[in-house]
């Protein structure tokens, strides 16, 4: 069997040359190599990022990132918003109530988007200012959902509230242009479109945010953002940085500036586009609808008769391809191929072939080889 293909979205695939970075001799994070490296970190995430401020990095999963945006920007009692298109939206609501926010939830049904026009329509039923803040996902990585971002940043922002983004498994595969949209805060980790290891928390703070950070009464010292702008003001962290990460990271940064952001989100539609008509020949249906699909990961049906466990452990034993199943109400309902960061037609070809093979073995009788063909052509076109 050849090398497992690791397609779940997150952690993602990471390029051996990324591998190698995170491989290399150990320096003083107090020394000058550290600024250096700090310094070239911070000029590849704010092109990444869209954002003329420094990003502050802290060791971390996303969802801890989440969890410093809610600390550093808010008081106890403050009335959020939080969108709710999948898991990961209502994990942002969560942590928000678990620090003693009121939070009100704009939930859609699984594989549909938050417009700006149902932003629009919740927020004008408030008087300005009703909401202290929104909480969006900008990719929700459970259904494979792409927010207008850019739309709902506007719609909230009118309506007086700080944006406050999940942007985890967005930032690096799709734009994001933090600066330009007026996005308060958008958190984001290493291991997704950003193709490093696990480890890291990024997180775009803007001119704005600044003073709510400075005017929030929720208790922080870990993820003072404060602390950890002074410390960045001499290029460094204000507690011992995951150095190997930080080594990766940078070159991960190179690997994308070297293909080109705007090649990067273009490879990542193509992907995308290729996938789903190649889903669609197999006769599977997808979760999201075409206009809010995610270019970044795609959510399957399962079709009835077949279990999403068996499916799922097929293609893993007997082709290497390891796929993700669904997550809350959506497991044993569909299963999540990831697209982003590291991915090459090659791998979406290998992971349509041996979806193909895997429900005709399961007693799916479409042609095994059409999901491959189809997306052959889709990239040829
Ligand atoms: C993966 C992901 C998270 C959680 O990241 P962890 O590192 O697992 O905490 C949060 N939000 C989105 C949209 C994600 O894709």
């Known amino acids: 069997m050849d090398e497992e293909l690791l397609l779940i979205p997150g952690p993602t695939m990471v390029p051996a040359a990324v591998r190698a970075a995170v491989g290399r001799r150990m320096i ?16 590849g995430l704010r092109r990444v990022l869209g954002t003329a401020e420094d990003v502050l990095v802290f060791p971390s999963a996303g969802t801890g990132v989440m969890e410093s945006a809610v600390v550093n920007l808010f008081s106890p009692g403050d009335r959020v918003l939080a ?39 919740r927020l004008g039923a408030e008087p300005a200012g009703g909401f202290r803040g929104v909480l969006l996902t900008h990719n929700e990585t459970s259904t494979g959902v792409l927010l207008d971002l850019a739309a709902a940043t506007r719609v909230a ?9 999940d942007g985890v498994s967005s930032a690096g595969g799709v734009e994001v242009d933090c600066d330009g949209w007026g996005v308060d805060v958008l958190v984001t980790a290493s291991q997704k479109a950003l193709m490093t290891p696990p480890g890291l928390g990024l997180v775009a703070v803007s ?30 962290t204000p507690y011992t940085p995951a150095v190997a990460l ?15 952001l705007p090649a990067v989100y273009a490879r990542h539609r193509r992907l995308a586009g290729a996938f789903r ?14 206009a809010v699909a995610s270019p ?3 959510a399957v049906e399962v079709p009835p ?11 893993r034993e007997r082709f290497g391809v390891v796929v993700a199943g669904g997550q809350g109400e959506l497991a044993g309902r569909i299963f999540r191929v990831a697209h982003m960061g590291a991915a090459r037609e090659e791998h979406v070809l290998r992971a349509l072939a041996a979806l193909g093979e895997t429900l005709a073995d399961l007693g799916w009788t479409k042609g095994p080889a059409e999901g491959r063909r189809a997306a052959e052509e889709a990239l040829s076109a």
């Open 246 to 260: 930080w080594f990766g990271l940078r070159e991960a940064l190179r690997l994308l500036e070297e293909e080109g």
């Open 157 to 165: 922002r009118e309506a007086g509230a700080l944006v406050v983004v």
């Open 305 to 315: 008769g077949i279990e999403a466990a068996a499916l799922i452990r097929r293609l």
């Open 28 to 43: 003083n994070h107090r020394g000058p190599s550290f600024t250096q490296l700090y310094r070239e970190v911070q000029a």
């Open 277 to 290: 008509a190649g889903i669609r020949a197999l006769g599977l249906g997808l979760l999201a609808e075409d």
């Open 83 to 121: 969108c709710v298109m999948g898991e990961f939206g209502e994990r942002f609501a969560r942590i928000a109530e678990a620090f003693g926010l009121r939070v009100e939830r704009l939930v859609v049904p699984p594989g549909r988007a938050v417009t700006a026009e149902l932003l629009a329509e």
């Open 296 to 298: 970044l990961v795609t």
């Open 207 to 236: 001119r704005r945010a600044w003073e709510a950070v400075e005017a929030a009464r929720l208790p922080r010292y870990y993820w003072d953002y404060r602390q950890a702008r002074r410390s960045g003001e001499k290029g460094q």
